[in-house]
């Protein structure tokens, strides 16, 4: 018995040895772990992990515009052969990518309190032209620096589509690389995914996506017009259907600067009815959201920038007043 005894003993203090010994590993793991958490915040390693989890995102901050690129998110990085840039003369500031992560670029003009802006190439490369006609209004106005006037402020986006454009000059370039058709995928009243096409572009698939605002290209345009104050604005196009005023029904400062540029380009005003219902345009949702006068404007052809009338045109953009 008094050998059971002892022997029982035994391992009731190997048992509550082995205890002691997990408990004192489990200490020092914690008291590990907390000196490194400190070592780590005082490095300030955690405001500069990309996947910063003290970051305060708005629930909703995926689906609004913003200025701010997602933190995690990098872009691959395209070759500077797909931007236009001057030799002498602005860099573009890079307000937004494309769904490829092709950099949407803005030149400015000017830096007076009036301020103006021409976007092309919404339509991509199937309308590869009003990105030569943009290409060419900077080219001229850096030489010409007086075409601005010291109180106002020229914006151009060279090019809205780059994916579009990229991919062909045709038909195929039209839409974005979810197959968005960009100028029907603005917030206006009117979005709608999906339209009557009697009198509409027809010649490949196409949606005015997933929502009102849902691909990048719209938003980083969104999200410029938001941050200023834009007295008047052209969306060019191609081709030939005329000038269209922004607004449903067309609002009177729209159609007054579409009157206006119709008399010095002669492109048609009021413009061809084709008999085509255009919704979630760029004019629209412009002259919703607090820009003074909006048009799209059509060049007259799928090949000419038709440069002379469109300079003129620049003059009656640059002196509107809405
Ligand atoms: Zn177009």
């Known amino acids: 018995m008094a050998r059971r005894k002892k022997g029982s003993h035994g391992w009731v203090y190997f048992l509550w040895g082995m205890n002691g010994i997990v408990?004192?590993?489990?200490?020092?793991?914690?008291?590990?772990?907390?000196?490194?958490q400190r070592t780590f915040a005082a490095n300030g390693s955690v405001e500069t992990s990309p996947f910063n989890p003290t970051r305060e995102l708005p629930p909703t901050s995926y689906f609004l515009p913003t200025l701010t690129p997602n933190p995690n998110y990098t872009p691959p990085v395209f070759e500077t052969s797909t931007a236009f840039i001057l030799e002498n003369g602005p860099r573009p500031t890079i307000i937004g990518f494309s769904l490829a992560g092709r950099p949407i670029e803005l030149y400015t003009f000017g830096a007076g309190e009036r301020e103006y802006l021409i976007v092309a190439g919404i339509h991509g490369g199937y309308?590869?032209?009003t990105i030569a006609l943009a290409n060419e209004l900077i080219t001229h106005i850096n030489e010409h620096p007086e075409v601005i006037a010291t109180d106002a402020t020229l914006y151009i986006i060279r090019n809205m589509n780059p994916d579009g454009e990229a991919r062909a000059h045709g038909v195929d370039g039209r839409v974005n690389n979810n197959g968005v058709d960009l100028n029907r995928n603005f917030p206006a009243e009117n979005w709608t995914a999906e339209w009557d096409r009697d009198g509409c572009w027809i010649y490949r698939p196409t949606t005015g996506g997933l929502y009102a605002g849902s691909e990048p290209e719209t938003r980083t345009v969104m999200s410029f017009i938001k941050a200023h104050k834009i007295e008047a604005m052209i969306s060019y196009h191609s081709a030939a259907l005329g000038v269209f005023p922004g607004g449903v029904p067309w609002e009177e400062p729209?159609?007054?600067?579409?009157?206006?540029l119709s008399k010095v380009t002669r492109y048609p005003y009021p413009p061809f009815d084709t008999g085509c219902e255009y919704t979630g345009t760029l004019a629209d949702w412009a002259v919703e959201n607090g820009v003074g006068a909006a048009v799209d404007m059509e060049l007259r052809t799928h090949s000419n920038t038709d440069f002379d009338e469109n300079l003129k045109a620049l003059k009656v953009l640059l002196s509107f007043m809405p």
């Open 23 to 36: 408990i004192v590993g489990l200490l020092s793991a914690f008291a590990f772990y907390v000196t490194n």
């Open 127 to 129: 309308e590869w032209n």
């Open 254 to 260: 729209s159609k007054r600067l579409a009157k206006a």
